[in-house]
């Protein structure tokens, strides 16, 4: 009959329909997180962006830390929750694999979007290096976000912010979980994606209250979040992550890593480092 033959097909016009939707999200949301990680440069930077951590008015200091600390810790608690195999286990039933990504970039999104829009600038200054100086530490703000953006292609720049999946969905293909490498920076620390976000936060040459503040919540939540992170993935991979913990620190390099790394290339950690916040 002819019903029988228009149902299938209209079934996989749907399915097509939907697996296009999928792709067209997760690459709209990759572009508003490209912009908003742009802007996030020049917020922290104090630098070209119409609205810095020191631009804006003050108003009552209680006020400015209830509102800037608030949109911290919202940041703080949503990567937290969002980023654990249990969430995720749930999670992932509800939304599907391929969009849970991309739902958690756009989460993130909109938390920093707003933490710009209404952040309240703490001012008074802490420290100011001029001269010969400040152009080291700018050296070194834009070297913590050159270490940032290349830890994110080491991992799987286009998996990590959702892009891969998406994709592999919309075209049929099986969404196949990252492997980590253990190469370049990931020989000399494990967590360069987090000792890149440091420098950047800190490397200023005219630190203001509201930007100690930023970079010391930031630096303690990473602090929390990297012993959580490295918890779980004992616990997922359990002696090939210990071994790897032995040979490389957490966040600083060790210099005489360079010779033990050349036999660390061979070496594969399944999603080892990869950092889910």
Excluded at 98 to 103: D, G, K, P, Y
Excluded at 226 to 240: C, F, K, R, W
Aim: aromatic content about 12%; some cysteine.
């Amino acid at each position: 009959m002819p019903g029988q033959h228009t149902l299938p097909s209209h079934s996989r016009a749907a399915e097509a329909g939907s697996r296009a939707l999928t792709a067209m999200i997760g690459l709209a949301v990759y572009a508003v997180f490209f912009a908003t990680f742009l802007y996030l440069i020049g917020f922290v930077g104090g630098a070209v962006v119409p609205k810095t951590l020191d631009d804006g008015v003050a108003g009552p200091v209680g006020m400015a830390l209830a509102i800037d600390l608030g949109f911290l810790a919202l940041f703080a608690m949503q990567h937290t929750l969002m980023a654990r195999t249990a969430f995720k286990r749930w999670w992932t039933r509800i939304v599907g694999v391929a969009l849970e990504r991309t739902i958690f970039v756009a989460i993130t999104c909109a938390i920093l979007i707003g933490m710009v829009v209404c952040w309240r600038p703490l001012p008074g200054t802490v420290w100011l290096v001029e001269g010969i100086g400040a152009l080291a530490i700018h050296a070194v703000f834009w070297l913590g976000w050159g270490i940032v953006l290349l830890s994110t292609f080491l991992i799987d720049h286009f998996e990590l912010f959702g892009v891969k999946q998406v994709l592999a969905h919309a075209s049929g293909r099986p969404i196949e979980r990252a492997r980590f490498q253990e190469r370049s920076l990931y020989r000399y620390t494990r967590h360069p994606l987090m000792l890149g976000f440091l420098l950047a936060f800190w490397a200023t040459p005219y630190m203001t209250w509201g930007h100690l503040l930023f970079a010391s919540v930031t630096t303690a939540y990473i602090l929390v979040a990297l012993v959580i992170e490295e918890e779980t993935l004992v616990a997922l991979h359990g002696e090939a992550y210990e071994d790897y913990r032995r040979r490389v620190p957490k966040l600083i390099p060790r210099l005489t890593l360079a010779q033990e790394s050349v036999v660390a290339r061979v070496r594969n950690v399944p999603a080892a480092t990869r950092h889910p916040h």
